[in-house]
């Protein structure tokens, strides 16, 4: 049997880039899931490190968004 040459580089790099519009998809259900942990975790426990953690999560996710929809708004 004769063996076969690998590549010396993954030919799977481009497969696991995502457009921007399937990243902007996925943050806005991040932020939803996130949205709704925090009115969780503020309605029962009230754990003020995981909602100053969740808090702090969903302010850069929300502005990583913003930017992007500026991005798109030619701004």
Same mark, same amino acid.
């Given at each position: ?21 399937? @990243? ?5 259900? #991040? $932020?939803?899931?996130?949205?709704? *942990? !925090? =009115?969780?975790?503020? @309605? ?5 490190? #995981? $909602?100053?953690?969740?808090?702090? *999560? !969903? =302010? ?16």
């Amino acid at each position: 049997m004769d063996r076969i040459e690998q590549l010396p580089q993954s030919d799977w790099t481009d497969q696991d880039l995502l457009t921007k519009d399937e @990243a902007r998809e996925r943050l806005v259900e #991040e $932020i939803a899931r996130t949205r709704a *942990r !925090l =009115d969780e975790v503020r @309605a029962g426990s009230g754990d003020g490190a #995981e $909602i100053t953690l969740l808090e702090r *999560r !969903l =302010d850069a996710m929300e502005s990583t968004s913003n930017e992007y929809n500026d991005y798109l708004a030619g701004k």
